[in-house]
């Protein structure tokens, strides 16, 4: 399984950026697929996951700015960030959750919004 993760970038405040990531390999028994993201000196945490039922999770930080999205049939997840915040400068890892093999993670997209 990999996981292929694009649409990071410089922005201003304000401004938006579009991540994608796309799952290749074996890919099935899907239980959630989304993003995580990690700021320097702090923990990864949570930014947005869909659930393979419909169900999306989204960290309270991001809610009303950030949308998460999916094509099933290309096994990517988009997640559209508007609104973008200082705060919201980290590296956004994409991540996907497989029944009975475990939760994957990309390498990591850079997002930098500058005030």
């Known amino acids: 399984v990999q996981l292929q993760a694009s649409g990071g970038g410089l922005v201003q405040a304000g401004g938006s950026l579009r991540l994608s990531c796309a799952a290749s390999g074996s890919i099935f028994g899907i239980n959630d697929m989304g993003w995580y993201r990690q700021a320097p000196g702090k923990q990864r945490e949570l930014v947005a996951l869909i659930a393979s039922g419909g169900n999306i999770n989204y960290a309270d930080s991001v809610k009303g700015r950030f949308t998460i999205s999916e094509d099933n049939a290309k096994n990517t997840v988009y997640l559209q960030m508007n609104s973008l915040k200082p705060e919201d400068t980290a590296v956004y890892y994409c991540?996907?959750?497989?029944?009975?093999?475990?939760?994957?993670w990309g390498q990591g997209t850079q997002v930098t919004v500058s005030s």
């Open positions: 991540t996907l959750n497989l029944r009975r093999r475990g939760r994957y």
